[in-house]
């Protein structure tokens, strides 16, 4: 017969129930240290963030400083034969435009070309900057309404010849200008150039030199001179002239005279130009100044006035 399986000892039924109890204990501390795993910790007490952002400075505007216009100053008629180089003046009408410029200096002071097209009511500064003027040596129009002129550019204090075709607005160099031209060398006032070759001033400190055509005249201490065909230098009538222009086969002179409160013009004809014809007087001018003609009259320029004679 089979044999009858009992109930479990009391021994064997202690030792289940402490199998289960270990089992429990080790569930629920498996449950406790998965828990501590994920628990986010707690920042330290004082501890601050730290912030990677580093803001960005601020600029402050360059403040542009404005230009301010210089006046011009002016000096009594005699000085005329001292009066430095750089303050000379260049005046040229055109049929429709006019120009004028002061001459300024390699190092030193900067010349000013400027351009009307009212009848010298308002004038517009043209004066090419973009191309390092440094000193002019001539002003003339041409084709009615443009001009050239010759001029020392950059530091090295280059002669070139520079012409607008726009008005004043854009000045280009030309080699061929450059080599017809008439004019009084930059850097020394002793030196007349010509395509010819250079000719030797009739003093050591010329001003007011002009050439138009066959015509080639300067001042020296007042007193106009003007070049023969022979390389030689003829002595006008003109005295304390403070400003000389040639047109139309003459020579103009502006001056200090008796009865003049300011300059006399005088326009010069006749063999040796020994002809005085009086155009005028512009009243209150002195120098420095420019003088040119007007047709049958002219115009002196002397401080800001652009006075008619005639």
């Not at 066959?214 to 230098?233: E, F, H, K, N, R």
Request: aromatic share 6%; with cysteine; charged share 15%.
């Amino acid at each position: 017969m089979p044999r009858r399986t009992g109930p479990l000892s009391t021994t064997a039924r202690w030792l289940v129930g402490v199998l289960i109890a270990v089992l429990a204990v080790a569930t629920v501390l498996l449950v406790v240290l998965a828990l501590q795993s994920v628990r986010p910790q707690p920042v330290p007490d004082g501890a601050e963030p730290v912030s990677t952002y580093t803001p960005r400075a601020e600029s402050t505007p360059t403040p542009t400083a404005t230009p301010s216009a210089t006046p011009v100053a002016t000096e009594t008629p005699d000085a005329a034969a001292t009066l430095p180089r750089d303050r000379e003046r260049f005046l040229s009408l055109g049929s429709q435009g006019w120009w004028r410029a002061t001459a300024g200096a390699c190092g030193g002071a900067s010349p000013v070309v400027e351009h009307s097209t009212d009848g010298g009511e308002t004038w517009e500064d043209v004066t090419p900057r973009y191309r390092a003027l440094a000193q002019v040596a001539s002003l003339d129009s041409f084709a009615g309404s443009e001009a050239e002129m010759v001029a020392a550019v950059g530091g090295g204090c280059e002669t070139q010849a520079l012409r607008t075709f726009t008005q004043g607005e854009f000045w280009q160099p030309y080699e061929d200008v450059l080599a017809a031209s008439r004019f009084l060398e930059p850097g020394d006032a002793a030196a007349v150039v010509t395509p010819q070759g250079n000719v030797a001033a009739p003093c050591a400190d010329a001003r007011s030199f002009r050439a138009v055509g066959d015509i080639v005249a300067l001042l020296c201490d007042g007193t106009g001179y003007a070049l023969g065909s022979g390389g030689q230098w003829a002595a006008l009538p003109a005295t304390d002239a403070v400003a000389l222009a040639v047109s139309n086969g003459t020579v103009l002179t502006a001056g200090p005279a008796a009865g003049c409160d300011g300059l006399a013009v005088t326009r010069w004809t006749g063999p040796g130009f020994a002809t005085a014809q009086p155009l005028g007087c512009a009243a209150g001018a002195s120098a420095p100044a420019a003088v040119a003609a007007l047709g049958d009259s002219a115009a002196v320029w002397s401080g800001a006035e652009l006075v008619r004679v005639g």
